[in-house]
């Protein structure tokens, strides 16, 4: 499994507030840990609020952006039509629902309250990706619904309160790190056959969110259409947030966006993909993901 595309490193000033976040990146061609770009955090003065849009007709100062960021994707990700995981790929196979296993690598307890917040920011966060389409260019789902249906914990003692209906993995992979039971995992079972699973169908996850110790210090993650890797700490500090801006960036990874370290499509400056650039989904990073859309729409015959 590839775990790419970004680490976000903002040196933090005190509670939750970032300040000259240093933006460090590791992808494919590199794979070491070199500082790229410092962004300046510009946080947008006001919400973005992101018109629905029924057809393809980005605002003008758009268009060549968008065009430019397609180009980008076809070169960056040329196999991009042969992944059937991407996240609208999870949203449309199981009409609008999406099954998280959350990878506990980490020494802290799991309280029962805190997995009802994680639920809430899994679904809240996801929501704003999902709500740009409903209603584009034949996207056919209107109801998103955002479960967690496992965790993978390096002891079940870690996890307090009731876990009834959970499913609790105790496996680990070669690197040591909890792991959601493979046979159990979507992307290896694409025609939906989950009879290996030993909960069945209803054990069936799409997505992980994993979070891990070692990103502890760092405020960073990773993300891909296997999920989102963030550390516990940022998560948790910021759980309750209305927008959970590297959650948001790194679940975009998951729906085929790319990171934007090095080039700036014609005209835009603030949108989430961007990393450091702004706090929330906004205009733009709706444009980029409802083209995803047509995309696949016209490619998966849907
Ligand atoms: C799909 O989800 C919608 C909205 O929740 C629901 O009304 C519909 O019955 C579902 N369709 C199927 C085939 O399960
Ligand atoms: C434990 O959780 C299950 C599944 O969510 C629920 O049905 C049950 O009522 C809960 N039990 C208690 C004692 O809260």
């Known amino acids: 499994m590839v775990k790419i595309l970004s680490l976000l490193t903002f040196s933090a000033l005190g509670m939750g507030v970032l300040a000259h976040p240093h933006i460090k990146h590791i992808d494919r061609r590199f794979c070491s840990l070199e500082e790229r770009n410092v962004f300046p955090r510009t946080d947008l003065t006001t919400r973005a609020v992101i018109p629905k849009a029924t057809k393809w007709s980005p605002p003008a100062n758009m268009v060549t952006g968008l065009d430019q960021v397609w180009k980008q994707t076809l070169?960056?990700?040329?196999?991009?039509?042969?992944?059937?995981?991407?996240?609208?790929?999870?949203?449309?196979?199981?009409?609008?629902?999406?099954?998280?296993?959350?990878?506990?690598?980490?020494?802290?307890?799991?309280?029962?309250?805190?997995?009802?917040?994680?639920?809430?920011?899994?679904?809240?966060?996801?929501?704003k990706w999902f709500d740009v389409l409903v209603g584009f260019e034949g996207f056919p789902l209107t109801k998103l619904a955002v479960n967690v249906v496992g965790y993978a914990v390096k002891n079940k003692n870690l996890l307090e309160g009731n876990i009834s209906g959970l499913d609790v993995y105790t496996t680990k992979n070669p690197d040591g790190v909890p792991e959601c039971d493979p046979r159990c995992y979507r992307?290896?079972?694409?025609?939906?056959?989950?009879?290996?699973?030993?909960?069945?169908?209803?054990?069936?996850?799409?997505?992980?969110?994993?979070?891990?110790?070692s990103l502890t210090g760092e405020i960073g993650g990773y993300g891909y259409?296997?999920?989102?890797?963030?550390?516990?700490?940022?998560?948790?500090?910021?759980?309750?947030?209305?927008?959970?801006?590297?959650?948001?960036?790194?679940?975009?990874?998951?729906?085929?966006?790319?990171?934007?370290?090095?080039?700036?499509?014609?005209?835009?400056?603030?949108?989430?993909?961007?990393?450091?650039?702004?706090?929330?989904?906004?205009?733009?990073?709706?444009?980029?993901?409802?083209?995803?859309?047509?995309?696949?729409?016209?490619?998966?015959?849907?």
């Open 75 to 127: 070169k960056e990700n040329p196999g991009w039509a042969q992944d059937k995981n991407w996240i609208i790929d999870q949203m449309m196979a199981n009409n609008g629902t999406i099954n998280y296993c959350v990878r506990w690598n980490h020494p802290g307890k799991s309280t029962a309250a805190a997995r009802a917040t994680t639920a809430k920011a899994l679904q809240r966060s996801m929501q």
């Open 187 to 213: 992307a290896t079972h694409l025609n939906g056959d989950m009879s290996q699973c030993p909960g069945g169908k209803k054990s069936r996850y799409d997505i992980s969110l994993w979070l891990d110790e």
């Open 225 to 302: 259409n296997w999920g989102q890797e963030l550390s516990p700490k940022y998560f948790f500090d910021n759980v309750n947030s209305e927008n959970i801006h590297i959650l948001l960036h790194e679940m975009g990874h998951g729906f085929g966006l790319l990171d934007f370290y090095d080039w700036t499509p014609q005209g835009q400056t603030n949108f989430i993909m961007m990393a450091g650039s702004a706090m929330e989904v906004t205009e733009f990073d709706a444009w980029m993901v409802r083209d995803w859309w047509r995309k696949l729409k016209a490619n998966r015959k849907w």
